[in-house]
């Protein structure tokens, strides 16, 4: 088995304005990264652009329109003071979740055992009516709505170490009972998000604020106390991770400081899980990471291990 690689160049034509951190440079970086000589066993693949109903398992129909009809002729155009569109961006973003999509369908059929989604915009800010925190679609969650309503699976966890909380996933698969979202973050940090006591509909979510200036050994502990057992209760048939490496001591957005073999370890945790319970089945998708010497280390670290764990 092997470990797929989607992405497409449509998702460099979402251009921020100058001095954004979400920026093209970013997957620039990551598939700079990734060209090394290690990566030549990756199965790269076009990551496709997904159909409106996709899209429709997780926004109505008017959050589409008004993406649509946002979407500037020249320069860009502020949804907030974060989000923009650009030319190109609708097409970018329509990559981003049918490259989710296309994931979870290579990765059920049993042709790869796991896959790295690294398209932008990213997506797990995006709430059911609301793009912000740089997302227009809520890519992870409409990926796990595709798991279980196109394959009929009846357990998805969606594990996110993003250091914000991925409130826009939260909110889409807030009532989903065949949904489990665990989201590690900073706390406090913007969207104020993500407290313990948010805990869904059927008791499907599970937030673990970390403390500002905390590193890894605190992140390592947490997870072994806390997540790896709900999940290895749960028993997932299938695995998706917010892969934000915004958590990474250099990243200039907040103040965790994890280092590149942490996002390897955690990495390794998630996929053994996925092995447990699974067939290892596992699709990661780039979220956030600023820094682009930390964001390229550490997604080369994360991308290693899956496909360590794709040949195990």
Not at 72 to 95: E, F, M, N
Not at 199 to 210: D, K, R, S
């Amino acid at each position: 088995m092997t470990t797929a690689l989607f992405s497409h160049p449509d998702c460099l034509q979402h251009v921020t304005p100058e001095g954004h951190p979400e920026q093209v440079a970013r997957l620039e970086a990551i598939h700079g990264a990734l060209g090394a000589t290690v990566f030549d066993r990756l199965d790269r693949r076009l990551a496709p652009l997904c159909e409106d109903a996709d899209i429709k398992l997780c926004h109505p129909q008017e959050h589409l329109d008004f993406i649509r009809s946002s979407e500037p002729k020249s320069s860009h155009r502020a949804l907030d003071a974060d989000t923009h569109l650009s030319v190109g961006s609708l097409k970018a973003a329509r990559r981003a979740v049918g490259g989710n999509i296309a994931a979870v369908d290579a990765v059920m059929s049993g042709e790869v055992q796991n896959a790295f989604v690294a398209c932008r915009p990213p997506g797990h800010h995006a709430e059911q009516m609301t793009p912000m925190g740089f997302c227009l679609f809520g890519n992870v969650a409409i990926a796990a709505k595709h798991a279980m309503e196109r394959h009929g699976l009846k357990r998805v966890a969606i594990l996110d170490f993003d250091v914000h909380h991925g409130n826009g996933t939260q909110a889409l698969l807030f009532n989903e009972p065949r949904a489990l979202f665990v989201s590690s973050h900073q706390n406090p940090l913007w969207p104020g998000t993500g407290l313990p006591d948010e805990t869904g509909g059927h008791n499907n979510v599970h937030n673990l604020p970390l403390p500002p200036h905390s590193d890894g050994r605190l992140m390592r502990a947490t997870y072994e106390a806390q997540v790896f057992p709900v999940v290895d209760r749960y028993k997932p048939e299938l695995i998706l991770i917010s892969a934000g490496f915004d958590a990474h001591m250099a990243d200039p957005l907040a103040q965790l400081n994890w280092s590149t073999e942490d996002f390897a370890w955690l990495t390794r945790n998630i996929c053994a899980l996925a092995k447990k319970h699974c067939n290892g089945r596992v699709v990661s998708t780039l979220e956030g990471g600023y820094d682009l010497t930390a964001l390229a280390a550490a997604t080369a670290a994360h991308v290693s291990v899956l496909m360590e764990m794709s040949h195990e």
